[in-house]
């Protein structure tokens, strides 16, 4: 998600090196954007599921108000740097409504998702997997472990179940019975499904790549010839041809003498 910040020169003092290329906003937001990101990420099964399945009574309310502390804290930051808070708030409804409501904030973490799928990201890719997978092994905790009829009731069971359920193979010793935990489910399937194909892909390519047909790269020029050593060069391979003209220009002559 972009940040929305005041124009350069609109801070006090028209400070031009705020928001612009290494100015502090952008300093601040480069060291700070994938932390929180992968914060939402985390706690995306906190926010996600409903209070009353937790059980924790004021421990609930703490952790929440914890997380709106932290993105108020990032927000207000911001605003600083960018030399207009308020400004700079309103400008980002999004940041601020996940001060208020932090469920909204697990929408910056898709940021870390999809730069999981960048070339040459495949262990950042299987970071975010195992961190997705994590979160749906606590939310179907979470919502089994009272339901009647229900064979998941403690968390090293919901561990289990999501690990054999991500690599397809489905024992089915253990499978959520309410509608929340299958709708989880689906998504651990989804989860485990892509990161089979991502792997497979990688493993494939690397295969392809060390084929004996590969094209060769052309080798790159050496790093210490520079133009000027060029020029000598070419100078020097001038001076030889002129040289050896006259020469050959005699030898082709001398059958005519004869």
Excluded: K
Aim: hydrophobic content about 50%; charged content about 15%.
């Amino acid at each position: 998600m972009t940040d929305i910040a005041p124009q350069p020169g609109d801070g006090p003092g028209g400070d031009r090196d705020v928001t612009g290329p290494g100015g502090r906003l952008a300093t601040y937001r480069e060291r700070t954007q994938t932390p929180l990101d992968l914060l939402a990420l985390v706690t995306l099964w906190f926010v996600v599921v409903p209070h009353w399945y937790f059980h924790l009574g004021p421990a609930w309310w703490v952790l929440r108000i914890g997380l709106s502390v932290v993105y108020g804290i990032d927000l207000a930051f911001r605003g600083i740097l960018a030399g207009h808070p308020a400004r700079y708030a309103l400008a980002n409804p999004l940041a601020l409504t996940a001060v208020l409501f932090p469920p909204v904030r697990a929408i910056f973490s898709f940021r870390l998702v999809r730069a999981m799928f960048q070339r040459g990201h495949l262990l950042r890719f299987l970071l975010a997997a195992a961190v997705l997978v994590l979160n749906g092994a606590v939310m179907v905790y979470l919502f089994e472990r009272y339901a009647p009829h229900s064979n998941i009731h403690t968390l090293g069971e919901s561990l289990w179940w999501a690990v054999v359920t991500v690599t397809t193979v489905g024992y089915g010793d253990y499978t959520p019975v309410t509608v929340d935990g299958r709708i989880t489910a689906c998504l651990i399937m989804l989860t485990g499904l892509l990161t089979l194909a991502v792997v497979t892909a990688q493993v494939a390519s690397n295969f392809v790549a060390q084929g004996p047909g590969r094209r060769r790269q052309p080798e790159p020029a050496p790093a210490g010839v520079t133009l000027a050593e060029l020029d000598r060069r070419l100078a020097r391979i001038e001076e030889l041809l002129r040289a050896a003209a006259p020469s050959a220009q005699r030898t082709a002559d001398e059958p005519e003498q004869g």
